[in-house]
T-cell receptor, first 113, second 114 residues
Framework: GGIITQTPKFLIGQEGQKLTLKCQQNFNHDTMYWYRQDSGKGLRLIYYSITENDLQKGDLSEGYDASREKKSSFSLTVTSAQKNEMAVFLC????????????FGPGTRLTVL | GDSVTQTEGPVTLSEGTSLTVNCSYETKQYPTLFWYVQYPGEGPQLLFKVPKANEKGSNRGFEATYNKEATSFHLQKASVQESDSAVYYCALSDRDTNAYKVIFGKGTHLHVLP
């Protein structure tokens, strides 16, 4: 088995601040994902990476950057945090792509003051 | 584009009663369909997936049949338990549209009362 670790678990930032969320997986999976989870809106894809050094924009990429410098890690940066923003950011990985099982981390909860 | 629509929650049931969570999808081809479950404080985890039309998936007493004609994938359980309280997501992946993306529904929050 494997595990996905997300850090930090809770992130509090100020409006306009640049914030970075980190994700590590030891499944040796090629594909990794970042989703944003808002109450009542489900999971929305921000970025995904098919393999090391690859980046693909999802449906919600505006306001975010991502980085995949190693196969095991995938970082997400909120380029300018918005006041009153509150959401959970979920990282996931998959061995083969969308039609295979995705394994999720426990999430990072973001609050912007 | 591809989309998934599922029962709006929250759904509140008493222990021992039956559950149906409706899921309908739109896509041009024949996707793989999934049900994921998310318990409080955790990330979603796969409940089961069905890659082929007219087949059934099941796990932990939950089941769903991939109905190509009706474009539906309704989740059912005959007798729910308090431990089934969670958020349930219906999802699809269409290899012909994008082999790497998964489209999730908005989730259905289930509360089971003891």
């Amino acid at each position: 088995g494997g595990i996905i670790t997300q850090t930090p678990k809770f992130l509090i930032g100020q409006e306009g601040q640049k914030l970075t969320l980190k994700c590590q997986q030891n499944f040796n999976h090629d594909t990794m994902y970042w989703y944003r989870q808002d109450s009542g809106k489900g999971l929305r894809l921000i970025y995904y990476s098919i393999t090391e050094n690859d980046l693909q924009k999802g449906d919600l990429s505006e306001g975010y950057d991502a980085s995949r410098e190693k196969k095991s890690s995938f970082s997400l940066t909120v380029t300018s945090a918005q006041k009153n923003e509150m959401a959970v950011f979920l990282c996931a990985s998959s061995i083969l792509g969308g039609f295979a099982e995705q394994f999720f981390g426990p999430g990072t909860r973001l609050t912007v003051l | 584009g591809d989309s998934v629509t599922q029962t709006e929650g929250p759904v509140t049931l008493s222990e021992g009663t039956s559950l149906t969570v409706n899921c309908s999808y739109e896509t041009k081809q024949y996707p793989t369909l999934f049900w994921y479950v998310q318990y409080p404080g955790e990330g979603p985890q796969l409940l089961f997936k069905v890659p082929k039309a007219n087949e059934k998936g099941s796990n932990r007493g939950f089941e769903a049949t991939y109905n190509k004609e009706a474009t539906s994938f309704h989740l059912q359980k005959a007798s729910v338990q308090e431990s089934d309280s969670a958020v349930y997501y219906c999802a699809l992946s269409d290899r012909d549209t994008n082999a790497y993306k998964v489209i999730f529904g908005k989730g259905t929050h289930l509360h089971v009362l003891p």
